[in-house]
């Protein structure tokens, strides 16, 4: 097999990170390969939002915001975008378009999630995409300056991966379950 076949073959989600994470400089040629994407009509309908430090806390009073949560319920809710020391939120960015319907600018901005997923996890670090219901928020739109037009698909927590992670592998998918053939 090839290199990119093997390095996208073992790439999996890590859901606990160490503190290190790239720097936005080492973030920039990522960014701009997974930016090479399928894009019918080169719209670009997409961007990233980079969130470190206080960043992460806002978004996490954003997310208690948003579950009118109070007590320990809001500092449980607020941690969770700390769970990582860098957080990248994936939005997609509908431009009218009689060619490219919004749901094909969304599949490119969920196509630019995935490959930088798996351009930062061939770079060493560990990577989950987490999503829910924090998507759709008023409160979280509002806290990342959403304009009308654009979709927050979720967020890629990034970090160091900690020694001896234990995280598990997918199994490989059987292939023949899922590609057919037309005669």
Do not use: C
């Amino acid at each position: 097999m090839s290199k990119l076949v093997d390095a996208v073959a073992s790439r999996r989600s890590y859901s606990r990170v160490t503190e290190a994470a790239p720097t936005h400089e080492q973030l920039l040629p990522l960014i701009a390969a997974a930016g090479r994407v399928a894009d019918h009509s080169s719209l670009h309908p997409w961007r990233v939002i980079e969130l470190r430090g206080n960043a992460r806390s806002r978004l996490g009073a954003a997310f208690a915001k948003d579950a009118h949560a109070s007590g320990s319920d809001a500092e449980k809710i607020a941690a969770k975008p700390l769970r990582a020391p860098l957080l990248l939120a994936i939005v997609s960015v509908r431009t009218k378009s009689e060619k490219v319907p919004g749901w094909e600018q969304d599949a490119v901005a969920s196509g630019v999630a995935h490959i930088l997923s798996l351009l930062l996890h061939d770079a060493g670090w560990g990577v989950i995409w987490r999503t829910g219901h924090q998507t759709r928020a008023k409160a979280v739109h509002k806290m990342h300056g959403l304009k009308k037009n654009e979709r927050l698909l979720g967020w890629l927590y990034v970090g160091g991966i900690p020694d001896g992670s234990k995280e598990s592998h997918r199994k490989t998918v059987d292939p023949e379950r899922y590609l057919t053939t037309l005669a």
